[in-house]
């Protein structure tokens, strides 16, 4: 049974810092490309970062570049978000994806599993 479960999501104030975390079971982790994208209430869901199969090549998205940072530890199965100087626009549930198929990592169609997500919700 597959499964992504995100962790780590939580009030904060603006300009602090939070640590997500996608632990991924049931599929064999280290051969998957992996993003996180976030859903803020009313908008569409938002591609935020991604990272190939091996964590050397990361991507982000133009709004969280600088203050955002993905990785990942095949040896766990976990991919993270270190999210810093934190606004009240990054108000959002977070969600981490698994991509086998490849393509562009910021379309959230080329995903084939998805967590339940964790909220975040940053405080001004």
């Known amino acids: 049974q597959v499964q992504l479960v995100e962790s780590g999501g939580g009030p904060v104030q603006s300009g602090g810092s939070l640590r997500l975390s996608c632990a991924a079971s049931?599929?064999?982790?280290?051969?998957?490309?992996m993003g996180w994208f976030r859903q803020a209430p009313g908008k569409e869901r938002e591609y935020v970062a991604a990272l190939d199969w091996s964590g050397r090549s990361k991507f982000y998205a133009d709004s969280v570049r600088g203050r955002f940072t993905i990785s990942r530890d095949n040896a766990k199965n976990t991919v993270y978000l270190q999210m810093n100087s934190l606004k009240p626009e990054d108000t959002a549930v977070y969600y981490c994806?698994?991509?086998?198929?490849?393509?562009?990592?910021?379309?959230?169609?080329?995903?084939?599993?998805w967590g339940q997500g964790t909220q975040v919700t940053v405080s001004s």
């Open positions: 994806g698994a991509n086998r198929r490849g393509g562009y990592y910021g379309n959230s169609d080329v995903y084939d599993y």
């Open positions: 049931g599929f064999t982790f280290r051969n998957y490309a």
